[in-house]
């Protein structure tokens, strides 16, 4: 499928994929786990193509390049990865090419990511919109905790939890991920500016899906074999 860009833009993707995954365990790189048959960062970038993205950089950590050059076959651009996401972040957009005017940073880990979703969240940035990304409600009951103890319930009303890509125009992630600035999420460097008053614009969510999930621990592998199967007998 194809995103209806907003007029004019050149999309292009940054998937980070630098983490060691360590909560995982497993001793390889969290991006080069094989499910059903496939790498994360395969599958992550392939969900980026069929959502119409053609221009896709790859960050990895740095002693990894062949690992990830032999599973991308020459598909993306690879950018070495710096100490945490940020950084990482930042490496690939240096490394995307000059004409890319709207960005999609995404997790590898969030391989399942649905194309449309990856549509939804491209199409959301026009107008006023300076980064939107997919997120779901909470089902869960949210509490406050100190320590041990239980010290409030929070409110789950208006609370959603963000997934990936988070999408921006090139020049406002650029602006707001130069400083050295680190966060484990880029939408909340925007917000940080516009509550400042440094940014103007908004930052909006559209519907994400529960198969985005960030794989992380290995229990979520469990998860990710069944989707994978789900993917393998639906075509
Ligand atoms: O560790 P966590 O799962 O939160 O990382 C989120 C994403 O950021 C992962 O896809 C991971 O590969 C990436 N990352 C990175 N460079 C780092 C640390 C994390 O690209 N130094």
Same mark, same amino acid.
């Given at each position: 499928?194809?995103?209806a $860009?907003?007029a004019?833009?050149?999309?292009?993707?940054?998937?980070?994929a630098?983490?060691?995954g360590?909560?995982?365990?497993?001793?390889?790189?969290?991006?080069?786990?094989?499910?059903?048959?496939?790498?994360?960062?395969?599958?992550?970038?392939?969900?980026?193509?069929? *959502?119409?993205?053609?221009?896709?950089?790859?960050?990895?950590?740095?002693?990894?390049?062949?690992?990830?050059?032999?599973?991308? $076959?020459?598909?993306?651009?690879?950018?070495?990865?710096?100490?945490?996401?940020?950084?990482?972040?930042?490496?690939?957009? %240096?490394?995307?090419?000059?004409?890319?005017?709207?960005?999609a940073?995404?997790?590898? #880990?969030?391989?399942?990511?649905?194309?449309e979703?990856? *549509?939804?969240?491209?199409?959301?940035?026009?107008?006023?919109?300076?980064?939107?990304?997919?997120?779901?409600?909470?089902?869960?009951?949210?509490?406050?905790?100190d320590g041990?103890?239980?010290?409030?319930?929070?409110?789950?009303?208006?609370?959603?939890?963000?997934q990936?890509?988070?999408?921006?125009p090139?020049?406002?992630?650029? #602006?707001?991920?130069?400083?050295?600035a680190?966060?484990?999420?880029?939408?909340?460097?925007?917000?940080?500016?516009? *509550?400042?008053?440094?940014? %103007?614009?908004?930052?909006?969510?559209?519907?994400?899906?529960?198969?985005?999930?960030?794989?992380?621990?290995?229990?979520?592998?469990?998860? *990710?074999?069944?989707?994978?199967?789900?993917?393998a007998?639906?075509?």
């Amino acid at each position: 499928m194809t995103a209806a $860009h907003p007029a004019g833009a050149q999309v292009g993707a940054v998937v980070v994929a630098a983490g060691r995954g360590e909560r995982l365990g497993g001793g390889v790189p969290k991006a080069l786990v094989e499910v059903g048959g496939r790498t994360l960062v395969a599958r992550a970038v392939d969900g980026l193509r069929r *959502a119409g993205v053609a221009t896709i950089v790859v960050v990895h950590p740095p002693s990894e390049a062949d690992a990830f050059a032999a599973v991308l $076959h020459d598909t993306s651009i690879l950018a070495p990865g710096g100490e945490d996401r940020s950084a990482s972040v930042r490496a690939g957009l %240096d490394a995307l090419p000059p004409d890319v005017t709207l960005v999609a940073v995404h997790d590898a #880990a969030r391989a399942f990511t649905p194309p449309e979703v990856i *549509a939804a969240a491209i199409r959301a940035v026009t107008g006023d919109v300076v980064a939107a990304a997919p997120a779901l409600p909470v089902a869960d009951t949210l509490k406050r905790v100190d320590g041990d103890d239980v010290v409030a319930t929070l409110d789950r009303a208006g609370v959603v939890a963000v997934q990936t890509p988070q999408v921006f125009p090139r020049a406002v992630i650029r #602006a707001v991920g130069v400083a050295g600035a680190s966060a484990t999420d880029d939408l909340g460097l925007v917000e940080a500016r516009l *509550a400042a008053g440094e940014l %103007d614009g908004r930052v909006v969510w559209v519907p994400g899906s529960p198969r985005a999930l960030k794989v992380t621990y290995p229990d979520d592998l469990v998860i *990710a074999e069944a989707l994978a199967r789900g993917e393998a007998s639906a075509t």
